[in-house]
């Protein structure tokens, strides 16, 4: 997947935010100001730092080269793959489907009430 279409698919969740915040080589993506997604959108090739559930943490690093333990992050809760090709677009934007909604799942009754009211047609 190349940068524009990452970024698109990344932005376009519900609530979604780009921000900065650790300099310009590496674009956070927040959903209700909590990171899911890390773009080291400066690298070759692109590499991306996806929350993930620990039971599967292991076994996705297992399955792909391209997966390694999450890059300055919680290795237990994080994996950073590299966009190499050897994921297809759909197997990414699945990993990143699961980041979101594992990030959702830990807001606050209150925060998913809000999400759900921004767009009641949108699945979250």
């Not at 970024?7 to 780009?18: D, G, P």
């Not at 080269?65 to 994080?78: A, E, L, T």
Request: neutral net charge; contains cysteine; aromatic residues 8%.
């Amino acid at each position: 997947m190349e940068l524009p279409s990452l970024k698109t698919y990344l932005i376009n969740k519900l609530a979604v935010t780009e921000e900065l915040p650790f300099g310009p080589e590496a674009l956070v993506y927040k959903v209700c100001g909590k990171m899911y997604a890390l773009v080291a959108w400066q690298e070759t090739p692109l590499k991306i730092t996806l929350k993930v559930d620990p039971a599967q943490a292991d076994l996705q690093r297992a399955m792909f080269v391209s997966i390694k333990p999450g890059y300055h992050m919680n290795k237990q809760h994080w994996n950073t793959i590299e966009l190499s090709g050897e994921l297809s677009d759909t197997q990414l934007t699945g990993l990143i489907d699961d980041s979101y909604q594992l990030v959702v799942a830990k807001l606050t009754k209150k925060e998913r009430l809000a999400l759900q009211e921004l767009h009641t047609d949108k699945t979250i």
